[in-house]
């Protein structure tokens, strides 16, 4: 009867690649899991802010910051209100915090930049831009504070920048005076919401 011999060196060397691959398929799907939990709870993270946003109390500092902020000049016309960054009202601070905490859970990773630019640019961006010496300004008692939001917007407008390239828009002319102004109209007028017609139409023509 004839004995094969056993080759225990390639044996071994079989059971090490098998091993290794199965290691590989292990980490690769549990690396998928992770990925995919991530986006899920930055969902629901984004869902809980969007509550926020359209809940009563937000929807009413909103209101409060555009009455804040407009006054009626010449030939029923808006204009956009003096302001003093030592004192600025309290609805300002108020829709800044907002922000400003949306800012800290995308730097956290609990929220993705771009959902966040998707969800909440054109709230955020004329807002942040009318009240920029309040947020920047060295001289200003609130510079330090805003931090997250500072970061935030800069993300955010790369985002937008890069979609206005595409469709040959002109970023600097987004947020003029006078969208500030119809921007705290469409607040005041609103209530405070906006269907998703609505929104599109408004990105549009901001666009």
Do not use: C
């Amino acid at each position: 009867m004839l004995h094969v011999g056993v080759d225990w060196n390639e044996v071994q060397a079989i059971a090490t690649t098998i091993l290794v691959l199965t290691s590989a398929g292990a980490i690769g799907y549990a690396g998928l899991q992770l990925r995919q939990e991530r986006e899920y709870r930055s969902v629901a993270n984004l869902e809980k802010q969007l509550a926020v946003f359209q809940g009563e109390a937000f929807v009413a500092a909103r209101k409060r910051l555009a009455a804040d902020r407009l006054v009626e000049g010449e030939l029923a016309t808006w204009d956009l209100a003096t302001w003093d960054k030592e004192t600025p009202p309290a609805s300002a601070l108020q829709v800044l915090d907002f922000y400003d905490h949306v800012g800290l859970l995308v730097k956290k990773g609990h929220l993705e930049v771009y959902d966040v630019w998707h969800t909440f640019y054109e709230w955020a961006q004329p807002v942040y831009v009318d009240l920029r010496p309040l947020i920047e300004d060295e001289d200003s008692p609130f510079s330090e504070h805003y931090l997250d939001l500072r970061r935030l917007m800069r993300s955010m407008d790369e985002l937008q920048i890069a979609r206005m390239h595409v469709k040959k828009a002109n970023y600097w002319a987004l947020w003029t005076p006078d969208r500030i102004i119809d921007h705290y109209k469409y607040e005041l007028e609103s209530g405070g919401q906006m269907s998703r017609r609505a929104r599109r139409r408004h990105k549009e023509d901001a666009a």
